[in-house]
């Protein structure tokens, strides 16, 4: 069973940063993050591949990173000049280069004040 912990949310003022971090149990081709905001699906944040490609949505371009640590298993997710639009529980999942997994741990909530 994969184990995924997530941690780093928090309530931040809009222009803010927060970095979130999430500690995968093995190791898999990619890594990412995706968020929930209430009453809305969750969506695909960032991506980060073991071959060293990242990939973003539009709505976080240049205000986000995402980074790994292979060595541990964990990925970073810098958050950069956030807005109220980015509050959401944010997850991290696991996926090979043709799916994500099933795998989601608790997620950590993300609140931006205006």
């Known amino acids: 069973q994969v184990q995924l912990v997530e941690s780093g949310g928090g309530l931040v003022q809009s222009g803010g940063s927060l970095r979130l971090s999430c500690a995968a149990s093995?190791?898999?081709?990619?890594l990412g993050w995706f968020r929930q905001a209430p009453g809305k699906q969750r969506e695909l944040v960032a991506t980060s591949t073991t071959t060293g490609r990242t990939l973003y949505a539009d709505s976080v371009k240049g205000r986000f990173t995402i980074s790994r640590d292979s060595a541990k298993n964990t990925v970073y997710l810098q958050m950069n000049s956030l807005k109220p639009e980015d509050t959401a529980v944010y997850y991290c999942?696991?996926?090979?280069?043709?799916?994500?997994?099933?795998?989601w741990g608790q997620g950590t909530q993300v609140t931006v004040s205006s």
């Open positions: 093995a190791t898999f081709f990619k």
């Open positions: 999942n696991v996926g090979n280069p043709s799916k994500w997994y099933d795998y």
